[in-house]
């Protein structure tokens, strides 16, 4: 799990064998079964996650019904960023779809990696930079992309995930009922 970890953050900057253990020592490993939530709206987000095997979404409730706008997958981060940074409640909930391993972060902790090591602000600005492309992406493909360009933008991002993500919830990401992602799929081929 660690060395997942690490390689990601080795393609961000050199970091050496003392602030690599630095990191291990402070991210503490954590499950998640099918269904479970990394975060419920109305708590606020303790922990940033690195995720090391398994998928989560994230989702809102609009109107009574669940509208996922992200899916993140192994050696990528979770967090809500904005409830962990300003230790706030949060509006969105991310749910395990399958069977998860994450290795966790405290505020706390993540602030010792910042001050203590030589690359570490360096990372965590990376990272957010990537977080918020991928968010400003998401919401742009909302307001300016109709249903069939919404699904071509999810095949070009998550085509590693069609056969483990549900449909359902594929149509909720693309803002369209079940139904009508069958008649998409169909004419996308």
Known sequence: MYNQLIDLLLQIAPIN???????CERFKPMQLKKGD?????????????????????????KNDNEATFEFTKENEFVSDYQSFNSQS???QNIQ????????????PELQYIYSNTEYGNLMGRIILEHRFDVMVKQIMA?????????YRHFVRCYSDL??????????SYIGIQPQSLSRIRKKYR
């Open 96 to 107: 395990a779809i399958e069977d998860c391993e994450l290795l966790t972060i405290t505020y």
């Open 89 to 91: 409640t949060s509006i």
């Open 37 to 61: 939530y990394f975060l419920k709206e109305n708590e606020t987000c303790k922990l940033v996650g690195f995720l090391c095997k398994g998928i989560v979404r994230y989702f809102v409730y």
């Open 162 to 171: 069609t056969q483990r993500i549900p449909q359902y919830m594929i149509a």
């Open 142 to 150: 909302i307001y300016m992309q109709n249903q069939e360009e919404r």
């Open 17 to 23: 064998k003392q602030d690599q253990k630095i990191i």
